[in-house]
Nanobody, 126 residues
Framework: QVQLVESGGGLAQAGGSLRLSCAAS????????MGWFRQAPGKEREFVAA????????YYADSVKGRFTISRDNAKNTVYLQMNSLKDEDTAVYYC???????????????????WGQGTQVTVSS
C-alpha cells in the first residue's frame, strides 16, 4: 500500500514562499505520475500541478503558473511544490496524489489519482 506524507505547510506572508514536500513509501514511486491539489474552506478540491513519472512533463493550473514549480527526486521518493509570490487565495489544504496508470499522461482530474496524502495546511496572510 502506497503512503504519501506531506510536509512544509504553514503560515506565510503574501509575496512570500513555501516549499511543500511529499514523501512516498510502499510503492514504486519511480513509476507514478504525481500531482498537487488544494482545497479551500467551502470550495471543491482543485488541481494545482502535476509531473510525469520521469519528470519529463509538468503541467500547472493557470492560477499558479509562473509562481509555483513542481519537481521530484525519484532517488528520495519525494515530490516537491515550490510556491513563490504567495497570495491570499493560495490559502488551502494542499494534498499530494499519485497514480501508476499512464505515468507519462498528466491529469488535472483528482479522480485519476489513486493515492492521496493527508494534506498540509497553507495559510497566506496579507
Amino acid at each position: 500500500q502506497v503512503q504519501l506524507v506531506e510536509s512544509g505547510g504553514g503560515l506565510a506572508q503574501a509575496g512570500g514562499s513555501l516549499r511543500l514536500s511529499c514523501a512516498a513509501s510502499g510503492g514504486s514511486f519511480n513509476y507514478y505520475k504525481m500531482g498537487w491539489f488544494r482545497q479551500a474552506p467551502g470550495k471543491e478540491r482543485e488541481f494545482v500541478a502535476a509531473i510525469s513519472a520521469n519528470a519529463g512533463s509538468t503541467y500547472y493550473a493557470d492560477s499558479v503558473k509562473g509562481r509555483f514549480t513542481i519537481s521530484r527526486d525519484n532517488a528520495k521518493n519525494t515530490v516537491y511544490l515550490q510556491m513563490n509570490s504567495l497570495k491570499d487565495e493560495d490559502t488551502a489544504v494542499y494534498y499530494c496524489a499519485g497514480d501508476p496508470v499512464l505515468p507519462s499522461s498528466l491529469s488535472t482530474r483528482h479522480q485519476r489519482y489513486r493515492y492521496w496524502g493527508q494534506g498540509t495546511q497553507v495559510t497566506v496572510s496579507s
